[in-house]
């Protein structure tokens, strides 16, 4: 840190709010810091650490000089060498001051904070979110029953999307830009649904998979706003499929892509130097476009499209902000995280005796998953933040994420995606109330705006987040985009914690938390059948309840915890022994007879979850988790009672401190209820061969997670599953991961 000293404030004529402080730093050059002064004219008071940036700074260099560069053109801050300025130090003081009362005296003080200059040229990436809507015009002729439906109707959906561009910026204001784009739909079913048609043989529909555009864009700069017009070509791929209602069959195509064109229009706001903010409106039309099913029927279809998007943007080539240059700014304050991962995953041919519904296949497989969300988050008044997380989400998991108990992949959903589908995984408004006493600094991360708070405070969050967010924590397994990738390793196998098909609900939690310990508590939200995207609305008849202790300590001074967590589901389940009771009864499977037996019932069990530092380098982790195992799995995984143990090792040891060496196994098994269910046909969430030969599951994982630079990190990962689905006759099964991860 430059070491200055201090010359005393000076206050310019006519200027009562403001003051110019003027320091020494150790190389010979003068700075200028713009205080503002209270009312009384005189007394230099400061208020606040915000400095005014902007076309003042301009006027302070001398002519014929260089604005500094690099290190030296701080926002905020005027520099210059001091042999040189002292000798315009009053021009300048009067310049400046003649300055600022005009900007005071036009209450323009504001505007100048957030209007320094133009906007730069340049390229840019983002994201956007919002919702379409319009009219679809479509005809369903099928043939079988010589029938044809047809007719317009609207619709409507949420989507998200990223977009890049680069745009150009004349002295004169004008702006000329290029941009393409493309938005997906939903995660939601419904959401996808572009057009619905039905005739007493059939039924027919379009999806959409996504909607893209290029588009040129003319916009004018006003200080920090540009209102733009845009316009260009688009294009759309649909899902077409129709349904015969007399045999059942399907006849789907996916991949149909249409042309059209898009008109619209927006403005952007920059936020600073690389961050952008857009609202916009875009206007699509689909001309007519016929499709001819195989068997055979005919779907005809045109579509206006309206979208309505808010959206960011980072422009490339803006000098970055460090954490220290960027304090936590009291109210207002914003800040971004981003993420992105890869991950391939497959397996080679295995021994397998039989298979059913949902195992493994034994021929071998290999699939892919990809995620890409954004965490934002605002600090609204004292002590309270309020974060969105949007996400694209795309990709399967081998056998469809089905197959085992600890499933091989964390990152893959169990809704399994073709194309990228847009989701709020969390939006959530959180108040800390410190309770006085000692302070700690809060480092910027996702979830988590920096600054400092109390140690003793007490935390209240609602909205929709994951209750894995809140509980079950564990510094070195808790992270499938960083850390393992086994469901029963970076989570408690058997913890059937509420949430819906992509582990998310919405739900409350309380936390008290003290220097030593802390204890948590929330109700959430359960599926209103085991494993739906759909929530039950009984509110306090139906949910959630999960409550933890923490318990902190430093043996030897080595930070470690043990987390003591219990859970209860009261929710719309079958139970396994009624189902295997049906099942010999009617002669049929356990599968077809459990969605009989299903009522409200209760659901529970616990965890214990230890970590503890055992050198600078090396943590250790451990797991053990139970439920009652009587009812139908809610939510996570087919697990009743799971053991977990591992270790995490930087790799300081061998000259790569930010690498990660992860080694784990854990022992998983069922109830014997559980056990009987599946025996007799049963299908759970994850796991159901059609039979059963039971035997505890077994995974070991390791991983090498090598930095490539900062922020991205590639990994290796290596699992065997003993046992996949607790059969005995099917496996092992080697499972090998790549995964690329990207984070900001």
Known sequence: MTIVRKISPTTFSGTPTL????????????????????????????????????????????????????????????????????????????????????ATALGALPALAADPEPPRSGFYVGGHVGYLFGNATATFADPIGVETSGGTSPHGAFFGGVQAGYEHYFSSRWMLGLEVDM????????????????????????????????????????????????????WASTRSSRTDLTTGNEDASPGNIRAGYVLGAGIDY????????????????????????????????????????????????????????????????????????FIFQGYPPFAASYSGPNSLPPEGQSRETWT????????????????????????FGVANTTGAGGYPNGEAQKSNFPYPRYNT??????????????????????????????????????GKFSVKDAFDGNTYAEDPRMDFLNWSIWASGAFDYPADRLGLTWGFMAELNQPNWAVRAGYF???????????????????????????RFRPYDRPGAIRFGTWL?????????????????????????????????????????????????????????????????????????????????????????????GIAGALNSISGDHSSFLGAGGLGVLVGDGALSYGSEGVVEAYYAFQIAKGIVATADYQLLVNPAYNTVRGPVHVFSGRLSARF
């Open 19 to 102: 003051a110019c402080r003027w320091q020494v730093r150790t190389d010979g050059r003068l700075e200028c810091i713009w205080e503002r002064l209270p009312r009384k004219v005189g007394t230099v008071v400061r208020l606040d650490d915000r400095r005014v940036p902007g076309r003042l700074h301009g006027s302070v260099t001398p002519p014929g000089e260089d604005r500094p560069q690099g290190k030296d053109a701080e926002p905020g801050r005027d520099v210059h060498d001091g042999a040189r300025t002292m000798k315009a130090g009053r021009t300048t003081h009067r310049i400046l001051g003649s300055l600022a009362a005009a």
């Open 183 to 234: 938005s997906f739909p939903s995660a939601e079913d419904l959401a996808q649904v572009l057009s619905y048609r039905a005739t007493s043989a059939g039924t027919a529909n379009q999806q959409l998979e996504y909607l893209a555009s290029l588009r040129g864009r003319i916009g004018y700069g006003i200080g920090p706003w540009t209102p733009f017009v845009t316009g260009g070509i688009a």
């Open 270 to 341: 920059k936020l600073d130097s690389s961050w952008s903010a857009r609202a916009e409106y875009l206007y699509t039309s689909l001309p007519l476009n016929g499709f001819v099913f195989a068997m055979p029927a005919r779907y005809d279809s045109l579509y206006d499209l309206h979208r309505i998007r808010l959206g960011l943007n980072y422009k490339f080539g803006a000098k970055e902000e460090t954490k220290a240059e960027r304090p936590d700014r009291g109210f207002g304050s914003w800040e971004i995280h981003g993420q992105t991962t």
């Open 372 to 395: 890409t969300s954004a965490f934002l988050g605002v600090r609204l008044w004292q002590g309270a933040e309020l974060y969105y997380n949007p996400e694209l989400l795309q990709g």
């Open 425 to 462: 995984s969390r939006l959530f408004l959180r108040q800390e109330v410190g309770l006085g006493g000692e302070r700690e600094k809060v480092e910027s991360d996702y979830g988590q705006l920096s600054g400092e708070r109390d140690v003793s405070r007490v935390t209240l969050q609602i």
């Open 525 to 551: 939200l359960v599926g209103n059948e085991p494993n739906a995207n759909a929530f039950d609305l009984a509110l306090f008849s139906r949910g959630g309840y999960v409550g933890e202790l923490e318990l």
């Open 569 to 661: 589901n009261s929710v719309f389940s079958g139970s396994y022994n009624e189902a295997v009771a049906l099942a010999v009864a009617n002669g049929v499977t356990a599968d077809e007879t459990i969605a009989q037996t299903r009522r409200g019932r209760t659901k529970f069990g616990f965890y214990v979850n230890l970590e503890q530092e055992l050198t600078d380098d090396i943590g250790l982790f451990s797991r053990f988790s139970w439920n009652n195992g009587k009812s139908e799995i809610v939510a996570f995984t087919d697990i009743d009672a799971s053991l977990s143990l591992g270790l995490s090792i930087k790799g300081t040891r061998w000259g790569r401190e930010q690498d990660r060496i």
